[in-house]
């Protein structure tokens, strides 16, 4: 079909407005105390928990060790990415009509550059996160860092931290599938 790589480009720019309908990550801490685990949602727009008061007990277990207080209002990622996501999508919308393979191609990988860049932004979060401890916080453990897993699990004192992409990443990654699809059907249809 004609039209096919261009609705399949258009889907997967469109797609990207799902990762406000699902949390993008999601890490747990499971504990002998939380057997169930405590999990936070990390969302394009927010944060939040699988019950409410998630964000007050990670706070109040954070402060044992010296970690800073989550408070979303004051991480600035959430107030750009939804911008970044929206852009992305229009701008991706509007490439789908213009019908251009190239412009299509710059896209996806734009898309993969943000996304890599969206993670080391994650990573250099986390790690500030997870080192650098008030001196006055009522444990120590000398030499020891609280940092989660980027991707993985990995044991804090007595906490197993569990951090991987959730439901909302999928979005994603159908924005950048599509993408190179629509990009090399094009491509062949032209070939002809």
Known sequence: MKYMPKIIFII????????????????????????????????????????RGTLQNINILNHYVGMKMIEPESIP???????IIIGMAVMGVLFGFINNKKLWLTWGIALILLGMLGIYDFYLWEYDYGHNLA??????????????????????????????????SIFIGIAMIFSFLAFFLKKKQEAR
Not at 24 to 32: G, K, V
Not at 78 to 83: E, H, T, V
Not at 138 to 147: D, E, L, N, R, S
Request: net charge positive.
């Open 12 to 51: 997967g720019a469109a797609a990207l407005l799902g990762t406000f309908l699902a949390p993008i990550w999601r890490i747990t801490l499971e504990a002998p105390q939380y057997p169930q685990g405590v999990t936070m949602y990390i969302w394009i727009n927010k944060l939040d928990g699988a019950e």
């Open 77 to 83: 990622e959430l107030k750009y990415f939804p911008k």
């Open 135 to 168: 001196p006055d916080a009522p444990i120590k453990v000398p030499g020891m860092a609280y940092q989660p897993p980027l991707f993985g699990t990995k044991m804090l004192l007595n906490f197993n931290a569990i951090s991987y992409p959730h439901y909302g």
